[in-house]
């Protein structure tokens, strides 16, 4: 059963404008949210995270919004570059060691 | 410095052969853990280190599957008869670990493994 969904597999943004991400949750026990990026034959790379008693974490062009109450987190991306393209997997933990990922989605921004 | 290396990068195998996959992790991370992607499907985690305490294997899909790590560093993760369906990218990934909390994981490129 997948705890932590992503329902688009894929998104295409054009440079400069905004992109985000959507990742789903089922456990209320998660408290530890994660982004990773991955580019193809590449392990993935932390991007940003966010825990959860906090509601938004910014770092330059990434923002990660976590809406508890709707177990749902976001990734904004502006503006968004061709660099970034990638596929984005979100990733959550609670009390446990195990860390559950998403299915993750793949951003082409166009130039 | 280096990041967590892992080998061999592509592996094809006879269904029914054992394989063996090893991870190097970042030195100093005392937490290791091994995932793995089938086409389509997210990460999934298979077994967790955690500096000399006993490993947490709940992610194991069954007991063909087993993993080593030697010393708190080297990892191997071994497959006994493989089947097809374990075809995937297996992926490893370590971190500082310990109590302070959660950890950012650094990941090796991953073990493509093909069986036939």
């Known amino acids: 059963d997948q705890q932590v969904k992503q329902n688009s597999p894929s998104l295409s943004v054009q440079e400069g404008r905004i992109s985000i991400l959507n990742c789903d949750y089922t456990?209320?026990?998660?408290?530890?949210f994660l982004w990773y990026k991955k580019y193809p034959a590449e392990g993935p790379t932390f991007l940003i995270s966010?825990?959860?008693?906090?509601d938004k974490n910014e770092d330059g062009r990434f923002t990660v919004f976590l809406n508890k109450s709707a177990k749902h987190l976001s990734l904004h991306i502006v503006p968004s570059q061709p660099g970034d393209s990638a596929v984005y997997f979100c990733a959550a933990s609670g009390t446990g060691n195990q860390f559950y990922f998403g299915t993750g989605t793949s951003l082409t921004v166009i130039p | 410095g280096a990041g967590v290396s892992q080998s061999p990068s592509n592996k094809v195998t006879e269904k029914g052969k054992d394989v063996e996959l090893r991870c190097d992790p970042i030195?100093?991370?005392?937490?290791l853990y091994w995932y793995r992607q089938s086409l389509g499907q997210g990460l999934e985690f298979l077994i967790y280190f955690q500096g000399n305490s006993a490993p947490d294997k709940s992610g194991l899909p069954s007991d063909r599957f087993s993993a080593e790590r030697t010393g708190g560093s080297v990892s191997t993760l071994t497959i006994q008869r493989t089947q097809q369906e374990d075809s995937a990218v297996y992926l490893c990934?370590?971190?500082?670990?310990?109590?302070?909390?959660?950890?950012?994981?650094?990941f090796g490129p991953g073990t493509r493994l093909t069986v036939l």
């Open positions: 966010i825990s959860s008693i906090k």
């Open positions: 456990n209320s026990m998660f408290d530890y």
């Open positions: 990934a370590s971190s500082l670990g310990g109590p302070s909390g959660y950890n950012e994981q650094f």
């Open positions: 030195s100093g991370h005392t937490a």
